[in-house]
């Protein structure tokens, strides 16, 4: 039977061909961002208890309403930004299943989206399916800075959506106060809905605060801000996230979601909300994190691989143009078979891909872990 593609040009994700590599290879994997540790005992203790008590059924299609409720608080704590969980909150599977719903219930055939290169690898995708077209607007290294002039010239009468990754995954990067304001400026007064990528809001260093879109009312009443769970509580395989919109953009939102999910795991929703009630819980991960960048990139340092610098995420770039010239998706290879380190090549995050001579390795892994990926990576000349 002929079938016709709807992403002809679509593969595995980087993600399972460099962590399949790394495994083939007995490679460590600093390749697909994951946690080598676990999350908090109480965490586990807590949906554990929900399952044993039998919280195994269905729970209401926008989310447990308790869950909202928490999540709502702590958008309170965090931003002092008021939103209301019965009508702008729903929880999803995964910061994944946000994005794509959220694409799904706005993007129509031949509707622009401008994506931010590098850019995460779901996004295109779920624009595709819809029979949107991806604008791209491609930065450069090393600073990979948004010029807001030439990025205003890709807004046309198309455009239907932008979508904001901060702190940004793969480069590490964050955006500014500034940045965010230039892109209210630029779509006040249009129907250009903005998806703001937050999931990790909590991962960002040296005391910078995150701006999240919920720190600017106007833009917010126009965009769509997605989280995940995993990312904030070390637990990636759980696949809960939410969304968090005005409710006009929740109600569309909510129509696609009940049909592609309806809605989400139970009990870790119940035991989520139970660790919730610690704020302690999220606002130590700056530090912690940080930790980890400094440490891994101070044992790195006087390698022949260059540190760019990690502002957030459990990201960062490293350069390799001091030991070889060739593509990013064979340097990450050759890495990963001959010098037991899986990493992921920066180009494929763009439309166009674009030479950095980087690749992204993540540093959530234990500080022995990262001794040990060091040693190797400095054998590197
Ligand atoms: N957005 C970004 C920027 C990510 O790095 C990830 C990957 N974890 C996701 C979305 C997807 O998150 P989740 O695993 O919760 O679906
Ligand atoms: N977000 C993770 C990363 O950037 C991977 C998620 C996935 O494997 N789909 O590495």
New binding site residues.
Partial sequence: MQIKSKLPSVGTTIFSVMSKLAAEHSAINLSQ?FPNFDCADLLKERVNFHMTAGKNQYVPMAGLPILREKIANKVKLTYSATVNPETEITIT?????A?FTAIAAFIQKDDEVILIEPA?D?YAPAVEVMGGKVVPYALKGPDFKINWLDFAILISSKTKMIII?TP??PIGKTLKKSDIQKLDELTRGTDILVIS?E??EHLIYDGQVHQSVLLFPELYKRSLI?Y????TFHN?GW???YCIAPDYLSKEFRKVHQFNVFCVNSFVQYGLADFLSEASHYLELPNFYQQKRDYFSGLLEGSALKALPSEG?YFQLFDYSKISNEPDTEFAKRLTIEFGVASIPLSVFYTHPLQNNCVRLCFAKTEETLLEASKRLKCLK
């Fill in positions: 961002g599977a995964g910061a994944t299943q994005l995460y779901s990754n940004h995954n990528d999931v990790y997605v995940s769970f995993g990312k990636t696949k809960i996230g995420s």
